[in-house]
């Protein structure tokens, strides 16, 4: 990842959440790009530190991203439609990457994500082939784009790449789904072991969904996975549609057809989960199958709050992502989740915030594979962000409530500085490498327009 100037090994912190309350004066020691101390009681700073006002907190991790999907922002929000309909217009601009549009587009939306504090992505990747399906020289030309622009923007990534294989159920992928599929899953598992993983950057698997990997193939991605001890995801009861097509398949729910083959586990997550049975919640959490929730894209989608906090009482752990970017923001994402469930159940106080930053922390960093982040604790990677106290969302509540003006109140905009591995990627709110984001941003998807 690149590097701005060398960052001071001391940092002082106006305020700190350490877990689960908020402290003020707190001095981390950084070495070799890991927190080497926490100290707290340091009413002033020390020489040479370097001062972060406002309430820092350990990196974000977006367990969920297309990076792609970016482009679409705004577009789709015309008019109405349905999740199908919206599904075209993204097969469109998906159409038209290219390796070096897609790192254009991507390094872009890494840097506005370091800007809202997000210290890892997990990219849950499919657009794999050249359009018709024909691989690229280098067959993974567009994971390796992705990956190149998230150390380009200075976070770390997770590639999850993803089998994707069929248009539904065992049918042939439609002509706009060939650039995602390998024909196979021995032949997606052949390509993806060719990734190779380097500092910031871990290599995990996805299934799309069991629409789009036929069920006697699910276990050999889950093998995969398994073997090389790293994340797998899977996007898991998101419509109605897909429970109802996998009953008239297969005679029993999406969760039950994963389970059946394997697929759940502790290194697993299930994106969305949001059409559960009972059953379905009791084999999630039991198994220990996490469970990454993408607020607003639910709400974007019209797909429906999915029982969140019935899977974290069942045993699985809650992360949260931006998904298809319709924002980028895990604050919003956090609040979200607790003000969905006020919402269908007609209560408050499902979570404190300090759970809910859990979720948009070590927990987020855990499923991505990343479990040494995600803290602000002797040992662990030295990825932080702060959020500003003093702005017209963020000023007035006492210092003790910092954690709750964050997650109830602040947004990506309150976001002040990142540090990723002891490096800073923002500071004052302008990003290292990228310093004009949003005509990056411009740029990129203006490239892609039809």
Not at 19 to 47: K, Q, Y
Request: hydrophobic share 45%; net charge negative; proline share 5%.
């Amino acid at each position: 990842m690149p590097v701005t100037t060398p960052t001071p090994a001391t940092y002082w912190l106006e305020h700190a959440w350490t877990d689960p309350v908020v402290e003020s004066g707190v001095l981390l020691e950084v070495a070799d790009g890991r927190i080497t101390d926490v100290r707290t009681g340091a009413a002033t700073p020390p020489p040479g530190a370097e001062v972060l006002r406002g309430l820092t907190i350990p990196g974000l991790a977006n367990a969920h991203s297309h990076a792609f999907h970016r482009a679409l922002r705004g577009t789709v929000q015309v008019g109405s439609g349905t999740f199908w309909t919206w599904r075209e217009v993204m097969y469109g601009v998906a159409g038209r990457l290219t390796p070096d549009s897609y790192f254009a587009l991507a390094r872009a939306v890494y840097a506005e994500m370091a800007l809202a504090g997000i210290t890892a992505v997990g990219e849950f990747h499919y657009l794999h082939h050249a359009p018709g399906g024909t691989p690229y020289a280098d067959p993974n030309a567009m994971g390796e784009a992705l990956i190149a622009a998230a150390g380009e923007a200075g976070i770390r990534i997770t590639l999850l790449d993803t089998a994707y294989l069929s248009s539904g159920f065992g049918a042939a992928p439609e002509p706009h789904q060939l650039r995602f599929s390998d024909g196979t899953a021995d032949a997606w598992a052949e390509r993806a072991s060719a990734l190779k993983e380097r500092e910031g950057a871990r290599i995990g698997a996805a299934i799309h969904s069991v629409r789009a990997v036929p069920a006697d193939q699910l276990a050999t991605v889950a093998r995969w996975a398994e073997d090389r001890h790293a994340p797998l995801h899977v996007h898991l009861s998101e419509q109605t549609a897909e429970n109802d097509a996998c009953q008239a398949a297969h005679g029993r729910t999406p969760t039950q057809l994963l389970a059946d083959h394997g697929v759940l586990g502790a290194r697993t997550t299930g994106v969305h989960n949001t059409h559960l049975t009972e059953g379905d919640i009791a084999l999630i959490g039991g198994s220990a199958t996490g469970t990454c929730m993408c607020p607003t894209t639910e709400r974007d989608l019209a797909d429906g709050i999915g029982p969140a906090a019935a899977l974290q009482r069942a045993g699985s752990p809650l992360s949260l992502g931006s998904d298809s970017h319709a924002v980028v923001d895990l604050l919003e994402e956090a609040r979200a989740m607790e003000l969905n469930e006020r919402l269908r159940t007609r209560t408050r106080g499902h979570w404190t915030a300090a759970a809910l930053l859990r979720a948009a922390t070590a927990d987020g960093h855990a499923a991505l594979g990343w479990t040494d982040a995600g803290r602000l604790e002797a040992g662990a990677l030295a990825d932080f962000t702060t959020i500003a106290l003093d702005t017209v969302r963020t000023a007035g509540p006492p210092p003790r409530l910092a954690a709750e003006t964050a997650v109830f109140a602040a947004s990506a905009a309150d976001v002040r500085h990142t540090v990723v591995g002891g490096r800073t990627v923002v500071r004052d709110g302008v990003h290292a490498t990228v310093p004009d984001a949003a005509g990056a941003l411009a740029d990129s998807i203006a490239a892609l327009r039809g």
